[in-house]
């Protein structure tokens, strides 16, 4: 998990007793790395053994009923069932591109409104003042019954589920693109304006550059988000999408369905994180590096 | 707006009070006059809080004074007054940006293109002596490196005015000596007027034609003295040693030190000592 704050500590290698030379060194902390890597692996494949193992075995000795709690090998076969055989609404691939689709327009929907307003009233001290209820009104409405409002209003196309997404993830880069703006370093921003910046030019060299490093922090947590709107909207009303399919499974009293199609988002997600993490790394890469290697890992 | 192409400050009884959180109005500079001739440099010390950097910030144009009048060339300041550079007393690079393209700023904000800019920027840089660091950022600087880029990219725009806030407060003395030398050397080929704030009395009569000494806070001119020392200076660590130098640091110390000490009985309420601070 990457943080918004910046660091200025450099990392230090560990195990430098003195008398060793250099290259001892080296050689002797890059085998605490790799041991501290291997052992790390073995407990993190130790804990999905004892869970999904003791999962399964409750399951097969009865302890637990596997009707409503679903099974790891249940799971698996549907999983390979859905893939090969797809649903009643065409086929797996189609339904998980439909939702990947609803959630990247939605997600970019709102990351794109949510930085330019953030910036826009980060700026202006009238608009900030101007806007602030109404904001934080609309914030307040739960979002599920914006959900329904959107199905009623724009009906079971793609249209809801994309506008769900983006008001999800547009208040959390608002806030964030909107506290960063107002966090630019005042030394910094006097000196752009005494080296004859525009208006125009101190938002491009210095405010939005600034502010970046919020708004990326929050397009971690906004790209989760604009996949919860996608599915809740195809859960309210939908002809196509995985909300849809995991929506079909729980009224068929099918728990593996269920737990198999949340496989699938679980690891859609973790493959936009992963992809947000290369932006950021590359946006970002003039930042100092983190405290410790391993604070960077998770 | 106000234009330095006759790089003249003329500081008319400013006083500036500020709000303080509590409601209370807070006066942090008095009444403070003095002028700056073109291309005369001018020092400013005084005990740390007397309202230094708030004089510095209302001649840039980047604040107003509550009473008084600014002029730069003749001309009320409002606004970011033209041809004005200032060295900052924090840091103020932009972190994201290179070496090379902090020092580029200033002639891109005055609308050079890209390349041309960049090629000023190399020039400037091989000045400050930084030719192979164009690619790093801030933070893989030393303080005395960050420095010389933060001086690079304020004479860059080729000011009228130059006005730097303890610019070398942060550095050894042995680097400070080297970058007094450096802002020497510069300011010698293109002389703009220079006022330059500084806690170090010996660093304020190496450098400076005229010494302003400011009163404990509500800080007020207490006195100027013009520094007779002939031109080129040479360099800063020999003068040092040279009589009308020791005799010119004697007469400001003994009025600067009344007012050090008031200062610091105030905010330390601690025993006074006695000495030279620098
Ligand atoms: N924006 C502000 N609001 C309220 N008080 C302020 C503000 N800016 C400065 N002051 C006060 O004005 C006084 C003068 O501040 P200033 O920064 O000009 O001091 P200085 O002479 O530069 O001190 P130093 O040598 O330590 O940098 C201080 O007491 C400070 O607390
Ligand atoms: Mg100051």
């Known amino acids: 998990m990457s943080t918004a704050s910046p660091s200025t500590a450099t990392a230090s290698v560990d195990g430098v007793a003195a008398g060793q030379t250099p290259s001892d060194a080296a050689k002797s ?100 003042d101007v806007l602030g209820p109404y904001i934080k009104i609309v914030n307040a409405i739960p979002r599920i019954v914006l959900g329904a409002i959107f199905v009623v209003a724009f009906g079971i196309g793609a249209t809801p589920k994309i506008l769900l997404a983006a008001v999800l993830v547009f208040f959390v880069v608002f806030f964030n693109a909107f506290q960063g703006v107002r966090e630019v370093d005042r030394n910094i921003l006097a000196n752009a304006k005494v080296l004859g910046a525009s208006q125009l030019q101190i938002v491009r060299h210095v405010v939005v550059p600034s502010a970046l490093t919020w708004i990326i922090a929050s397009l971690h947590t906004a790209f989760g988000f604009a996949i919860v709107g996608a599915l809740v909207g195809e859960v309210l009303g939908a002809q196509q999408g995985l909300g849809l399919v995991i929506k079909t499974a729980q009224n068929n009293f099918d728990p ?33 590096p983190a405290p410790s290697e391993a604070a960077n890992s998770i | 707006m106000a234009d330095a192409n006759n790089g003249r400050i003329e500081i008319e009884g400013v006083t500036k009070r500020f709000l303080t959180p509590g409601g209370e109005v807070f006066t942090a500079i008095k009444d403070v006059s003095f002028t700056v001739e073109p291309g005369q440099f001018c020092a400013v010390v005084g005990p740390t809080g007397c309202g230094k950097s708030t004089t510095l910030g209302m001649v840039s144009g980047l604040d107003r004074p509550s ?74 600087l030393s303080g005395g490196m960050r420095k010389r880029v933060a001086m690079a990219a304020a004479l860059i725009n080729e000011p009228k005015i130059l006005m730097m806030d303890e610019p070398f407060g942060a550095l050894d003395v042995q680097t400070k000596a080297i970058m007094s030398n450096e802002l020497l050397g510069l300011w010698e080929q293109s002389r703009p007027a220079v006022l330059f704030i500084t806690h170090d009395l010996d660093e304020a009569v190496a450098l400076a034609d ?8 509500p800080g007020t001119v207490k006195a100027v003295y013009d520094i007779d020392l002939p031109r080129p200076r040479g360099s800063v660590q020999e003068i040092r040693f040279e009589p009308r130098f020791l005799e010119l640091q004697h007469q400001i110390w003994d009025t600067l030190r009344e007012e050090v000490e008031r200062a610091y009985a105030r905010t330390a309420g601690g025993p006074v000592t006695e000495g030279k601070a620098a």
């Not at chain 1, 199609?261 to 930042?287: D, G, H, K």
Request: glycine share 12%; no cysteine.
């Open chain 2, 210 to 217: 005229k010494v302003v000494v400011m009163t404990s806070s």
């Open chain 1, 256 to 288: 593996n369905g269920v737990f198999a199609t949340m496989l699938v988002i679980a690891v859609l997600v973790l493959v936009a994180e992963s992809l947000i993490s290369r932006l950021e790394r590359r946006l970002l890469s003039w930042r100092p």
């Open chain 2, 67 to 140: 009473e008084g009048t600014v002029k730069v060339g003749g001309k009320v300041v409002d606004g970011i007054t033209d041809g004005v550079s200032f060295m900052f007393q924090a840091d103020a690079l932009l972190p994201w940006k290179t070496v090379l393209a902090n020092v580029a700023l200033g002639p891109i904000f005055k609308g050079a293109s890209k390349a041309e800019a960049q090629a000023r920027a190399r020039d400037w840089l091989r000045r400050v002596g930084l030719t192979g660091f164009e690619d790093r950022y801030p933070h893989q």
């Open chain 1, 29 to 128: 902390a890059r085998r605490a790395a790799l041991n501290r890597k291997l052992s790390v692996w073995g407990a993190r494949i130790g804990l999905a053994v004892v869970i999904i193992g003791g999962w399964q075995a409750f399951t097969t000795w009865g302890i637990v009923d596997p009707f409503f709690f679903g099974q790891p090998s249940g799971i698996w076969s549907r999983l390979i069932d859905l893939f090969q055989n797809g649903t009643e609404f065409g086929s797996f691939y189609e339904n998980i591109w439909v939702t990947i689709e609803e959630a990247l327009l939605g997600f970019a929907v709102g990351a794109v409104s949510g930085v330019i307003l953030g910036v826009l009233l980060g700026q202006s001290r009238f608009l900030a």
